[in-house]
């Protein structure tokens, strides 16, 4: 927001430099992000009047300086034509010199004022002499120019009168500045209306302060200068409003509070040139009178306010007297903005109306029917409340931001209705003229809360850390306009609370512990947060709480990314679309018949449900990523949401872990095995690899009970391939698939079609909720350990995982390990058969083991294998 130091000054006398102004501001949660110098010279440390340059504190300061000397206010007494150009004009001028100067000048502005004599009120002007630095007004942006004398279509010009551009005003430059009869002439035009321009960054927590009042209340508190309130009084002179206008809510939670006040005999022209300024520092266009008194208030006090040709309005009522009202649209409803847009209304969208029909959309924009024009000789002002939420949809919904929505959307107090018209109506009646009907009109349904909190001088220490007097606290909570009822003894330490009344132009003060915290805010901004000393925190900590979930599901990240599975994690959009999820099932397979949580206003087409899987989107990676690599080993942990039985239920939310493997086992090293043959490592990664990382993740959970089964053939997952996949099961229960993906999906993802693509879709919710909270562990062996290999023959049917748990079983506790190191099948072994060579490790916490407790242990394990599996010893080492 563009704040003018001259408008702060209307309500809080300031002493502090522009700068240090910025500086008080920003410590108090207002960044003052920039510094625009209006006439006046930046402070010692700018590189120049007229370059910005940006100060050790990162903000910017711009600017150009108007010379003392040189540019000054001035009269024009009476404009001649120009001899030999009829777009140009002689001015008869005087600048206070005592000299009359003859001015050449093209504004058009002044042309109706050529040949006709003096005029009988100067007009007043900004008036620039020789040897003035301005910006040029013929160029675009601000380019800086040095006034020098010229001959001009034979007449010679030496000085001018300035537009807004060639001061720095603003981008007008159609026209000279006419500014008001006050003006006092010869007066340095830098004292008359020098300024400077805050640009104030309004963060949400301090909305109530997207005005010039609020502002100046902050710098009141912090300097401890009384704040001046503005005039709401009303000069009304008028018939009783009472019987002009009528007023309907039909939605107070939209709408709580609806106020209008009515002037007759208005006269449209422009603003004072005081008012024209002010506004265009602030950022806004001026437009008319009446229209300005609107957006003056508005920047001043906070009040967005909206003008109504009340004649149009009783023409719509048949010469009656209108009623407005205030409501939801009703079904097909279509209302043409300002911006002669003709909009649909959807059915949340608040509206002012009259019987006839929408007016406006209400805390937005007026409507094209009844705006102010030239035409317009009576006014309706309106002032309102509206919920903020409702406001943010409309502009949402709309595409229709304005500065008005700007201020409703983050919340306007009821209170501050009254104040709003009452200040409108009276600029109205002092810059158009006109009548001011007596009272109001006002209907306020759904007043607000008083909010009061009880706020204990011991909580302030707890919190800030410094001890404040009790009449330091209530000084500062006055200062921001809080009403305090201390008790009359109390001290700094004391648990008794000062009882605070939360003024009514502010919403954002909660109740109990909130508002507390809410009012502790408000006493560290304005003691300033640099002042509160370090200390040590000497308050109870509270209960610390593990999160077992998270820890569990960081702890299964960091098994495959960095503990021997060495996976990158990937994160892709829980938002999709129903084709883009169809891919990750074959052409011909039954399509997901569940419902999706579906978006509402999606952003764009193809994001438009939640996702039913996470395998689609890391496939979507793979894919890309393939381009480009050849190997990539990807992981995802994410929810997959299922929609709920009714609309108002919400969907469930199950985390979901995938994992996705293709391309060479290693990638290529120079550690070859021999000349081109890169190794065993160059082999590209299969299903084996794939169950070695879940095994991996399995053991460092760690989890028990795990198993893993080739799926019946009904069972078969279509994204996988047959006989190339397994389910994942957990004491019994179905924890997910893994295996090759299915060749015509990797088509659909247009995958390379010879590159085996693996993976594995687990429900790590099950997964992580069986985890054993206490298992066993081994203390590292002080004796060293008896290996061998073990090869037995067993029937082809027979799972290598059967085989391991038998040995596991039968070398009971002193053997420490069994890993399966080779299979073959062949005629020595005979048909149906298959010969599992495992290496078995043997170790004792206590001793080193003798040959012949091995050859024991042998043999037991042995004997189980051939007495359960009627298998055979191949061969031993």
Not at 69 to 74: E, N, Q, R, W, Y
Not at 312 to 337: K, S
Not at 626 to 645: C, K, N, Q, S, T
Not at 806 to 831: N, R, W
């Amino acid at each position: 927001m563009r704040v003018p130091l001259s408008w702060l000054r209307d309500f809080v006398d300031i002493s502090l430099s522009p700068e240090e102004v910025a500086d008080r501001l920003t410590f108090a949660g207002l960044e003052v992000e920039d510094l625009e110098y209006i006439g006046l010279a930046p402070r010692a440390g700018s590189i120049s009047g007229l370059s910005p340059h940006v100060r050790g504190n990162g903000r910017r300061a711009k600017g150009l300086a108007w010379d003392p000397a040189k540019i000054v206010v001035a009269q024009i007494l009476e404009v001649l034509p120009h001899p030999n150009a009829d777009r140009l004009t002689l001015l008869r001028l005087d600048d206070g010199s005592g000299q009359e100067q003859i001015v050449l000048t093209g504004a058009p502005n002044l042309f109706q004022y050529k040949g006709a004599g003096p005029l009988p009120t100067p007009i007043k002007v900004a008036y620039a002499r020789e040897g003035s630095v301005l910006y040029d007004g013929h160029k675009h942006g601000q380019e800086p120019m040095t006034l020098k004398r010229a001959k001009i279509r034979g007449v010679e010009s030496y000085s001018m009168v300035c537009s807004e551009k060639e001061l720095g005003i603003s981008d007008e430059h159609e026209g000279i500045i006419v500014l008001d009869s006050d003006a006092p002439v010869g007066q340095p035009l830098a004292d008359y209306m020098g300024d400077v321009v805050l640009t104030v960054k309004i963060n949400p927590n301090v909305a109530r302060n997207a005005n010039m009042l609020g502002i100046a209340r902050e710098l009141s508190a912090l300097t401890g200068r009384p704040l001046r309130a503005p005039d709401y009084a009303v000069q009304a002179a008028g018939p009783a409003i009472d019987g002009l206008i009528g007023i309907e809510i039909e939605t107070p939670g939209l709408n709580p509070r609806f106020t209008a006040a009515l002037i007759q005999g208005v006269t449209i022209g422009p603003s004072p040139y005081r008012v024209q300024r002010r506004l265009r520092l602030a950022g806004l266009r001026p437009i008319n009178n009446v229209v300005d008194a609107t957006n003056y208030v508005m920047l001043e006090i906070g009040q967005p306010l909206h003008a109504f040709d009340y004649d149009v309005l009783v023409a719509r009522a048949g010469g009656q007297r209108p009623t407005l009202i205030t409501r939801l649209p009703r079904p097909g409803e279509t209302l043409t903005t300002l911006d002669g847009v003709k909009r649909q209304l959807d059915e949340d969208t608040i509206l002012v109306c009259d019987r006839q029909g929408a007016l406006s959309l209400g805390g937005v924009m007026g409507g094209a029917e009844s705006e102010v024009s030239e035409r317009t000789r009576s006014v309706l002002l309106e002032g309102a409340a509206w919920e903020f939420i409702n406001i943010r949809k409309t502009v949402k919904k709309q595409s229709l931001p304005s500065e008005a929505a700007y201020r409703f959307s983050r919340g306007v107090h009821p209170a501050m209705t009254e104040r709003g018209v009452r200040r409108g109506i009276e600029c109205m009646r002092q810059w158009a003229g006109g009548q001011v009907a007596q009272g109001l009109a006002d209907d306020y349904p759904l007043p607000a809360p008083r909010v009061v909190v009880a706020l204990p001088p011991a909580e302030v220490e707890r919190l800030l850390g410094v001890r404040l007097p009790v009449a330091e606290i209530v000084r500062i909570l006055e200062a921001l306009e809080f009403r305090c009822e201390a008790p009359p003894d109390a001290g700094a330490a004391d648990q008794r609370p000062i009882m605070v009344h939360a003024p009514d132009h502010r919403l954002d003060i909660g109740a109990g512990v909130v508002g507390q915290a809410d009012l502790i805010e408000e006493i560290a901004r304005i003691y300033g947060y640099e002042r509160l000393p370090e200390t040590q925190l000497a308050d109870q900590l509270p209960p610390q709480r593990g999160n077992p979930a998270l820890e569990l599901e960081e702890r299964a990240r960091d098994l495959l990314a960095a503990c021997g599975a060495g996976l990158q994690e990937v994160i892709t959009y829980a938002l999709t679309a129903p084709q883009r999820e169809r891919r990750v099932l074959p052409p011909a397979a039954p399509p997901d018949d569940q419902p999706y949580v579906t978006l509402t206003n999606p952003i764009v087409s193809d994001r438009v449900v939640l996702r039913h899987t996470v395998l689609a989107g890391v496939l979507d990676v793979v894919a890309h990523n393939l381009r480009h690599h050849d190997r990539l080993a990807l992981f995802e942990i994410g929810p997959v949401y299922l929609a709920g039985e009714s609309d108002e239920q919400l969907p469930a939310e199950r985390r979901r872990l995938v994992i996705v493997l293709t391309g060479p086992r290693e990638p290529p090293s120079w550690q070859a095995a021999n000349g081109n043959d890169l190794g065993a490592g160059s082999r590209p990664m299969d299903f084996f690899d794939l169950k070695g990382v879940v095994e991996t993740l399995v053991a460092g959970l760690p989890l028990s009970g795990v198993s893993y089964a080739a799926p019946e053939p009904l069972e078969q997952h279509p994204s996988y391939t047959p006989g190339r996949t397994a389910r994942v099961l957990l004491n019994g229960q179905h924890a997910g698939w893994m295996g090759e993906v299915h060749p015509l999906v990797r088509e659909q993802y247009d995958l390379p079609a010879g590159a085996s693509v693996l993976a594995a879709d687990l429900d790590l919710d099950l997964l992580l909720s069986r985890v054993d909270e206490r298992y066993p562990v081994r203390p590292v062996p002080e004796y060293p350990p008896v290996k061998e290999d073990l090869a037995v023959i067993v029937d082809e049917a027979v799972p290598a995982a059967r085989v391991r748990d038998l040995i596991a079983a039968a070398g009971g506790a002193l053997l420490a390990a069994v890993a399966l190191f080779d299979l073959y099948h062949g005629e020595q072994i005979g048909a149906g058969k298959k010969s599992l060579a495992y290496r078995l490790t043997y170790q004792a916490p206590d001793r080193t083991l003798t040959d012949a407790e091995v050859a024991k242990l042998r043999a037991r394990i042995a004997k189980r294998l051939q007495g359960d599996l009627g298998a055979a010893l191949r061969q031993q080492a």
